[in-house]
């Protein structure tokens, strides 16, 4: 899917020098919003952003930006209990 938006020449500046730099910037900063609000998981993030469906390579972008990790106590319930499956093998 494309998607055209129309913004100032200022901010277009501030976003990059070439079309492909703008482009990407606005696809980071897409992808590290709907992460923030939960709308997106940290991997879905990474290919969004282009860095990758990488588990550690979406954590890194993530952590380069600051961006807090979506992690619930439901997440970490599941995780502990899929260890101690591993755990017991």
Known sequence: MSLTISIPDEFADVLGASTEERERRA?????????????????????????GGDYWAAENFRALHKAPLNYSAEDMEADRQAAEK???L
């Open 27 to 51: 696809r980071e900063a897409l992808a590290l919003e709907l992460y923030r609000e939960g709308k997106i998981s940290l991997r879905r993030m990474g290919e969004l952003a282009g860095v």
């Open 86 to 88: 591993f755990l017991q």
